[in-house]
């Protein structure tokens, strides 16, 4: 799926939030892995703070980030990780497991 619009639309903070929303309503949120990649750390962290306080929560709970020196992890199920490109890729190399992400929007 491609999903195209312009700056603020909400592709980085909506679409996931629906995506988990509809894991959570159909009984598999527990399946429900989003990494979001952001290409600047400050984007990154900035975007999972709001999208926390958009769903009534802390970084942490359902929402976290993954940047250099610094991160923030959601629980590991159901949730939604910001994360730089470069940290993306390290992670996905080295401590996730492919199977563990249920979706990846870049």
Known sequence: VLIRGGTGCGKSTQVPQFILDS?????????????????????????????????????TESVGYSVRFDSMLPRPYASILYCTTGRYTDSISTTLSRNSISTTLS
């Open 23 to 59: 894991y959570i309503r159909e009984a598999r949120g527990a399946d429900c892995n989003i990494i979001v990649t952001q290409p600047r750390r400050i984007s990154a962290i900035s975007i999972a703070e709001r999208v926390a306080w958009e769903r009534c929560e802390t970084v």
